[in-house]
Each structure stands twice: as C-alpha cells, then as structure tokens.
Nanobody, 124 residues
Framework: DVQLQASGGGLVQPGGSLRLSCVAD?????????IAWYRQAPGKEREVVSCINNADATHYIDSVKGRFTISRVNARNTVYLQMNSLKTDDTAVYYC?????????????????WGQGTQVTVSS
C-alpha cells in the first residue's frame, strides 16, 4: 500500500519561507520515481508547481522560478520543496505525487500516487 505524506504547510507572512516535505512509504525502488508538487487554490484548477525526475532534472512553473527549489533525498524516500519569498498568490493546498515513469519529462507525467495535501496560507 503506497502512502505519500505531505507536511510543512502553515501560515506565513508575505516574503516568508516554508519547506514542504513529501515522504513516501511503500514505493519499491523509490529512486526510479518522479515526484511532483501540485497546488490548488480555491476556485482555480490544480497546477504542477515543480517536479523532479529520477535523473534529478527539475521543472518549475514560471511564477515560482527563482523562489522555490525542489530536491530529493532518496535514502529518506523524501522530496522537499523549499519556498522562499512567498506571495499571497502562493496560497493553496499543496499535494505531492509520485509515478514510476521517472525518466520522463516530469510535468507531463500522469502521476499515479497522490498524497493528502498540506495547506499553505500566505497572508499579512
């Protein structure tokens, strides 16, 4: 049984930072997998924020480039999303997802496994 546990969300002022973590349990050969962070704000469609494939190739949407950094520690079955210079527009529920098609271009992967989401609220 695969579980993805997302954590690290919270309330932060504009300009602040948060680090999200996604810990996977039950994935065989975790290093084969691509991992993505999605977000969904109220009234908006879900969008892929960032992802990393099994060769450590990364992708970011334009609105977070230079502010967010994705990284993975395969020995811990964990992917991190460091979010700096947060803006009110970053407010959303953030979800992590995993898929074994790990060598593909990661924003185009139809991710199979999903976590439960963690709320990020940026507000003064």
């Amino acid at each position: 049984d695969v579980q993805l546990q997302a954590s690290g969300g919270g309330l932060v002022q504009p300009g602040g930072s948060l680090r999200l973590s996604c810990v996977a349990d039950g994935l065989q050969h975790y290093d084969y997998y691509a991992i993505a962070w999605y977000r969904q704000a109220p009234g908006k469609e879900r969008e892929v924020v960032s992802c990393i494939n099994n060769a450590d190739a990364t992708h970011y949407i334009d609105s977070v480039k230079g502010r967010f950094t994705i990284s993975r520690v395969n020995a811990r079955n964990t992917v991190y999303l460091q979010m700096n210079s947060l803006k009110t527009d970053d407010t959303a529920v953030y979800y992590c997802a995993a898929d074994r098609a790990g060598g593909s271009y990661c924003p185009f992967i139809p991710y199979e496994h999903w976590g439960q989401g963690t709320q990020v609220t940026v507000s003064s």
